[in-house]
T-cell receptor, first 113, second 114 residues
Framework: EAQVTQNPRYLITVTGKKLTVTCSQNMNHEYMSWYRQDPGLGLRQIYYSMNVEVTDKGDVPEGYKVSRKEKRNFPLILESPSPNQTSLYFC????????????FGSGTRLTVV | TQLLEQSPQFLSIQEGENLTVYCNSSSVFSSLQWYRQEPGEGPVLLVTVVTGGEVKKLKRLTFQFGDARKDSSLHITAAQPGDTGLYLCAGAAYSGAGSYQLTFGKGTKLSVIP
């Protein structure tokens, strides 16, 4: 089944404790992206990657890092999480063309206390 | 950054009624995509419209792309409780280096009451 897999689904952590949210896709998509979704603000792009070893900042990159060492994986790293990073996070992948939609993961609900 | 305005923000209707959701921008998009999101899940693609004036139908859902490719609408006929969810529009614009970026609207939360 074609899918984007995120882990974990739920995570509660403390301020300053480094964490990684994993994302993997099995559709051979070149393009991958991370979004956060907050009430009243909608989906905002954090980082994206157009291919292996190519990453770029989205609209809200502060406090996040990403890497794209393999085509299928695109982990999101929070080096020193803060409470304002409490959010619902989604990974998405696509062929990156205008005509082709995104496939989203099921989301990771992160709480930073 | 392109902006997409969706209206209404919230919509509560009775089963069997019709409804229309709007997505507007001052920017031109290469395509306009519609997604539906259930609580606690990721958005799921419903349709992509590419050509100005294009109309696509998906059972009781009709999607239209404006002639100038700046706006779109989603019309649902005879809404059912299973249509309940958050409807998101997203515009694709060329971002350079052969890739496109999606900009999302904030969504329309639809509740269909049995």
């Amino acid at each position: 089944e074609a899918q984007v897999t995120q882990n974990p689904r739920y995570l509660i952590t403390v301020t300053g404790k480094k964490l990684t949210v994993t994302c993997s896709q099995n559709m051979n998509h070149e393009y991958m992206s991370w979004y956060r979704q907050d009430p009243g603000l909608g989906l905002r792009q954090i980082y994206y990657s157009m291919n292996v070893e190519v990453t770029d900042k989205g609209d809200v990159p502060e406090g996040y890092k990403v890497s794209r060492k393999e085509k299928r994986n695109f982990p999101l790293i929070l080096e020193s999480p803060s409470p304002n990073q409490t959010s619902l996070y989604f990974c998405a992948s696509s062929f990156g063309t205008a005509n082709y939609g995104y496939t989203f993961g099921s989301g990771t609900r992160l709480t930073v206390v | 950054t392109q902006l997409l305005e969706q209206s209404p923000q919230f919509l509560s209707i009775q089963e069997g009624e019709n409804l229309t959701v709007y997505c507007n921008s001052s920017s031109v998009f290469s395509s306009l995509q519609w997604y539906r999101q259930e609580p606690g899940e990721g958005p799921v693609l419903l349709v992509t419209v590419v050509t100005g004036g294009e109309v696509k139908k998906l059972k009781r859902l009709t999607f239209q792309f404006g002639d100038a490719r700046k706006d779109s609408s989603l019309h649902i006929t005879a809404a059912q409780p299973g249509d309940t969810g958050l409807y998101l529009c997203a515009g694709a614009a060329y971002s350079g280096a052969g890739s496109y970026q999606l900009t999302f609207g904030k969504g329309t939360k639809l509740s269909v009451i049995p």
